[in-house]
Antibody
Framework: EVQLLESGGGLVEPGGSLRLSCAAS????????MNWVRQTPGEGLKWVSGISDRGDVTYYADSVKGRFTISRDNSKSTLYLQMNSLRTEDTGLYYC????????????????WGQGTLVTVSS | QSVLTQSPSASGIPGQRVTISCSGSSSNIGSNFVFWYQQLPGTAPKLLIY???QRPSGVPDRFSGSKSGTSASLAISGLRSEDEADYYC???????????FGGGTKLTVL
């Protein structure tokens, strides 16, 4: 059974940093691309970032480029999201999500989601 | 403001057929596959339909997807109380080089 367990969320002031982690199990982590998706009551679901199976290709939404960095440690089956220069609009529930193939491209899709970790950016 | 447009709400009575629509543009739905996710209250989204109309194993055939031009639809037939959830469409956007979602449709079973 695919399991994705996020951690690292919390309350942080604007301009601060946070590092999210996602521990994966139940599948061969190193064979699949991974994503981070944010959910807020007002905006719904918003794709934030993706990374290929080997970690050599990364993708970012324009709103987080230059501030967020996605990475992975295949030896630990763990996905990360380093979030710097946080803004109030970054607030939301962050889901770790598995891609159905090794890359994030036009006609692939997310097939499994974790339960999310809450990030609140507020002074 | 979501890139894909969905009606905020829909409703139906048990046994009825309900359709949820998703509108996009030539850079997303018009040129790429559409996917649908179901989010039951208090849970994570779950894949419901992939590549316009295909169902993952375990998804009842009461759920069906279709696409025409820059719009897509999710149909639920034989509506049940357990279908009450939020439904999201998704697609890749060539202009944004990223995945985009609809704002979600909250389905109420009366």
């Amino acid at each position: 059974e695919v399991q994705l367990l996020e951690s690292g969320g919390g309350l942080v002031e604007p301009g601060g940093s946070l590092r999210l982690s996602c521990a994966a199990s139940g599948f061969t982590f190193s064979s699949y691309a991974m994503n981070w998706v944010r959910q807020t009551p007002g905006e719904g679901l918003k794709w934030v970032s993706g990374i290929s199976d080997r970690g050599d290709v990364t993708y970012y939404a324009d709103s987080v480029k230059g501030r967020f960095t996605i990475s992975r440690d295949n030896s630990k089956s763990t996905l990360y999201l380093q979030m710097n220069s946080l803004r109030t609009e970054d607030t939301g529930l962050y889901y770790c999500a598995k891609e159905e193939t090794e890359v994030v491209t036009t006609n692939n899709f997310i097939d499994y989601w974790g339960q999310g970790t809450l990030v609140t950016v507020s002074s | 403001q979501s890139v894909l447009t969905q009606s905020p709400s829909a409703s139906g009575i048990p046994g009825q057929r309900v359709t949820i629509s998703c509108s996009g543009s030539s850079s997303n739905i018009g040129s790429n596959f559409v996917f649908w996710y179901q989010q039951l209250p208090g849970t994570a989204p779950k894949l419901l339909i992939y590549r316009n109309y295909q169902r993952p194993s375990g998804v009842p055939d009461r759920f069906s997807g279709s696409k025409s031009g820059t719009s897509a639809s999710l149909a639920i037939s034989g509506l049940r109380s357990e279908d009450e959830a939020d439904y999201y469409c998704a697609a890749w956007d060539d202009n944004l080089s990223g995945r985009v979602f609809g704002g979600g449709t909250k389905l109420t079973v009366l």
